[in-house]
């Protein structure tokens, strides 16, 4: 006879409701830890002369920086075309709209657009000029431009240096990838 509480049935309701969670959890380290200076100097020798060069699939870093600027709308149509011309279609809930600014450890300002859930979180965490972890991929390097950089998430580093996250809404996931010489 079957009981309404048979610990079978929780059991396999535990571990089924475990695997979902996990499955819409952040893959943090998917991310190859590198600094920014470098990884900027390495694109160099991605940039066509002219035109746009794609990356297939996104190249994932983890990059220590200092947040110049929070986030504020920017044009992130080119972005968004780029990614689907490599097959990435954001679900409805994950939207793109804005950009942010960061200082690499050798002081270089770069731009990088953020997905909107993302950078609603970064004024209520993180200072101006503090120091942050973010979790990135490189979708593109043009002749005319800087790269297109998409942050997917972020910790903030507090001054013991000590990283602290918590969940926040579904994010973009990318394959990992890398051309030759990033």
């Given at each position: 006879?079957?009981q309404f ?22 893959d ?34 983890k ?54 859930g993302?950078?609603?979180y970064?004024?209520e ?14 979708i ?12 997917n ?7 013991d ?22």
């Amino acid at each position: 006879m079957l009981q309404f509480f048979d610990p079978r049935l929780w059991f396999v309701g535990i571990i089924a409701a475990l695997a979902v969670s996990n499955a819409n959890a952040f893959d943090y380290d998917s991310y190859q830890p590198e600094n920014l200076d470098v990884t900027l100097k390495a694109l160099q020798s991605e940039t066509p002369e002219t035109g746009v060069n794609i990356f297939t699939p996104p190249v994932k870093r983890k990059l220590e920086v200092k947040l110049a600027a929070y986030a504020e709308d920017c044009n992130t149509g080119f972005l968004k075309d780029a990614m689907m011309m490599i097959g990435i279609r954001p679900p409805e809930n994950v939207s793109i709209s804005k950009c942010i600014k960061v200082k690499s450890p050798q002081g270089q300002t770069v731009s990088m657009y953020i997905q909107d859930g993302v950078a609603a979180y970064l004024p209520e965490e993180v200072p101006l000029d503090a120091s942050l972890t973010l979790y990135v991929a490189f979708i593109y390097v043009r002749a005319d431009g800087p790269p297109g950089v998409l942050v997917n998430e972020f910790e903030s580093i507090s001054p013991d240096k000590s990283a602290w996250r918590h969940e926040r809404p579904p994010t973009l996931g990318f394959a990992c990838g890398s051309p030759a010489n990033l």
